[in-house]
């Protein structure tokens, strides 16, 4: 499967808890993104990365987030302290570099949290 | 900032019946690209059409067809002899070209096609 790996798919947690969320783009691609999505609502943007470099970080991810992509390839996503507002479906994406990119973002499946 | 409007929250349809999803989006910006993916059951956004800004012309692919007016800011869709595998959340979003491509997305509508 060459698509857009996301692990776990599903974690519960309780509340207070650390959970960390793994990406693995599609092996060309060195832009990756992270988005969020609550029930009933469509994703929106957390942060992004050009290789390794964290370029662009949006408001909605609070200093209890922190994400990485350490060689340019796999990128995690750690929530500190989780609390039930952090419940959502979390989206990783990658696209082609500039030059080569159309603008289209390819997702994995997600990863599902849960915070009780 | 960029907005998009997805109004219609679910629609329901019988199959064989033609569908139109609406989008409406705000932005300042003059060069953007508009997109429309599908969300099936499973979680994965499935990246259905990109449109470019500068170009208005209609595009079908199949039973898809998508319908791009600047003037009134709209990029519905239509899916004509809707099947049961239709089934799904689908969200219309937009970018900027310049830099990142963050995607602003529509709250998405449901769309159930009932056999």
């Known amino acids: 499967d060459t698509g857009v790996s996301q692990n776990p798919r599903h974690k519960i947690t309780k509340r207070g808890q650390n959970v960390t969320f793994r990406c693995d783009p599609i092996?060309?691609?060195?832009?990756l993104y992270w988005y969020r999505q609550t029930l009933g609502q469509g994703p929106e943007f957390l942060t992004y990365?050009?290789?390794?470099?964290?370029?662009?970080k949006s408001r909605l991810l609070s200093d209890r987030f922190s994400a990485e992509r350490p060689k340019g390839s796999f990128s995690t996503l750690e929530i500190q302290r989780t609390e039930q507002g952090d419940s959502a479906m979390y989206l990783c994406?990658?696209?082609?570099?500039?030059?080569?990119?159309?603008?289209?973002?390819?997702f994995g499946e997600g990863s599902r949290l849960t915070v009780l | 900032a960029q907005k998009v409007t997805q109004a219609q929250t679910e629609i329901s349809v019988v199959e064989k019946e033609d569908v139109t999803l609406d989008c409406v989006y705000e932005?300042?910006?003059?060069?953007?690209?508009l997109f429309w993916y599908k969300q099936p059951p499973s979680g994965e956004l499935v990246f259905l059409i990109r449109?470019?800004?500068?170009?208005?012309q209609n595009e079908i692919s199949g039973r898809y067809s998508w319908n791009f007016q600047k003037s009134t800011s709209s990029f519905n869709f239509t899916i004509t002899a809707s099947q049961v595998v239709d089934s799904a959340v689908y969200f219309c979003?937009?970018?900027?070209?310049?830099?990142?491509?963050?995607?602003?997305f529509g709250q998405g509508t449901r769309l159930t096609i009932n056999p």
């Open positions: 994406a990658s696209s082609f570099p500039a030059g080569l990119n159309t603008g289209e973002l390819f």
């Open positions: 092996s060309e691609h060195n832009r």
């Open positions: 990365f050009q290789n390794e470099a964290q370029l662009e």
């Open positions: 932005t300042r910006d003059t060069t953007y690209y």
């Open positions: 449109r470019n800004s500068f170009d208005e």
């Open positions: 979003a937009l970018s900027i070209i310049q830099g990142a491509q963050k995607l602003v």
